[in-house]
């Protein structure tokens, strides 16, 4: 009977270990030891859709610090009735909007999927760029180009609604710059 307690419990905390972010987000090789089944997952992605690794990692990396419930939050209120509320719909490790996710699981079949899960928001991003790609003509290894529509939408990013934000080219370059980062150490990885 004591067996079965501590399997239970080794079960259950590895469960949990797997919720939290990875202990460095800087170290891609790291990032693969802790975390393979981030990089299975992100390998099928790559296969299915075409976007690179290094681009996903880089999108999720700036989208939600690898939190799996992530959630952009404001305050709103004043004094002791301060609060944080959602900002937006936009959840999970892909910080996807409801509609845009709705429109990926009619689309893919894929009712199951969740946001919280790494596979699902992996095989997201890549259906989303690929989508990019045929809508925009961006190279789905253009993490700088890919971010700016995956943060605006494809038809903002059309339209080029980002211009208008002073603040989003730098968040992009920085995405780009570290998906060039990602790649370089993947590349190096044992």
Not at 17 to 42: I, L, N, Y
Not at 103 to 121: N, P, V
Not at 137 to 165: C, I, M, W
């Amino acid at each position: 009977m004591r067996h079965y307690v501590l399997i239970a419990a080794i079960i259950v905390l590895s469960a949990c270990s797997s919720d939290k972010p990875p202990s460095t987000v800087g170290d891609a090789c790291r990032m693969q030891d802790e975390r393979p089944h981030w990089f299975k997952a992100m390998e099928k992605t790559e296969k299915k859709w075409g976007v690179p690794v290094s681009v996903q990692l880089a999108t999720i990396s700036r989208e939600s610090s690898f939190v799996h419930d992530a959630r952009p939050m404001k305050k709103t209120g004043w004094g002791p009735f301060k609060r944080e509320v959602p900002r937006s719909s936009a959840y999970g490790f892909s910080q996807a909007l409801d509609g845009t996710w709705d429109g990926y699981l009619k689309e893919t079949g894929r009712r199951s999927a969740d946001r919280t899960d790494f596979a699902d928001s992996s095989d997201f991003i890549g259906w989303y760029m690929s989508k990019n790609t045929r809508v925009n003509g961006v190279p789905l290894h253009d993490a700088y180009n890919q971010y700016l529509a995956y943060h605006e939408g494809k038809t903002g990013f059309a339209r080029g609604s980002y211009r208008k934000k002073s603040w989003l080219p730098p968040v992009a370059r920085d995405v780009q710059d570290w998906a060039i980062r990602y790649d370089r150490q993947l590349r190096s990885c044992d």
